[in-house]
């Protein structure tokens, strides 16, 4: 990645947006997460990296309520909430929102469409005033059209905005998922490895985009990605999990020159 790509700042500010406190995860026998405790800056992308089943899929699916930790705590700061038990739907609500390793997007619909379709949340008027389209109807709609128009702006979705999203390209898809989970006005935005199967190009252009988010939108973000030369230029902080526990938290250089990490990572002499 070039230089363009380079963290903004460094480290955290004293204010978080999301506070994790000792999740214990268990399916069967199964420890998937054993007492991970992390916060989120109100203004840093932080990476959360680790070796395959790690625990990194696992942690976010705690964080925006698709599982239920058998224990520990999820703390969203920003609105001074314990969402630990809240169901998915809620949390989005709430302003988390969330991409996915496996695309989950309305194929058959266009990419103006998808977005359109996330915005469902906060739509206000039923379904009888949408359909004669006038006064508060009206207003709603064009309220919504326009939040549309500024995120195909954002990721540059114009050349495909009409195309059907089961017709476009994995990266096109990926970048309309980022645009779907924006549609969400999020607090907080959850990315599951938004660069992978992606050429250089694609990431190159991932990677700004999740910079150009995190800096205009004022979002924080938390990343999970395999691709270490992109986490290591893009985050402010990163953690590490193996075997469902943290083994390391820092900044991107300490996290290169940390034993334990290098341990994780197959012994090699450096990470990223």
Do not use: W
């Amino acid at each position: 990645m070039g230089s363009s790509m380079s963290k903004q700042t460094q480290g955290r500010d004293s204010e978080s947006a999301l506070i994790v406190s000792r999740i214990h995860l268990k399916f069967g026998g199964v420890v998937a997460l054993a007492g991970v405790s992390f916060d989120l800056g109100s203004r840093e992308i932080l990476s959360i990296i680790g070796p395959n089943g790690a625990g990194k899929t696992c942690l976010l699916n705690c964080i925006n309520g698709f599982y239920k930790p058998q224990a520990g705590t999820v703390f969203f700061t920003k609105i001074e909430k314990d969402i630990t038990k809240l169901p998915p739907h809620k949390i989005a609500t709430l302003g988390i929102a969330r991409t996915f390793q496996n695309i989950e997007l309305y194929t058959g619909l266009t990419t103006v469409d998808n977005l359109m379709a996330a915005r469902h949340i906060f739509m206000k008027q039923g379904i009888i005033a949408g359909s004669v389209y006038f006064g508060k109807a009206k207003k709603e709609e064009l309220s919504h059209r326009e939040a549309v128009e500024d995120i195909i702006d954002l990721l540059e979705l114009e050349p495909i905005r009409k195309k059907t999203v089961g017709l476009l390209s994995y990266g096109q898809r990926k970048k309309v998922e980022l645009g779907r989970a924006l549609a969400l006005e999020p607090k907080i935005l959850l990315l599951d490895e938004p660069m992978a199967g992606m050429n250089v190009e694609e990431k190159e252009d991932m990677a700004r985009f999740i910079i150009d988010i995190h800096e205009l939108k004022q979002i924080p973000i938390i990343l999970i990605e395999h691709d270490m030369s992109v986490v290591m230029d893009i985050s402010n902080r990163i953690i590490v999990l193996d075997f469902g526990k943290k083994i390391a938290e820092g900044q991107p250089d300490e996290i290169k020159s940390n034993p334990e990490v290098i341990k994780a990572y197959m012994g090699s002499k450096e990470v990223g």
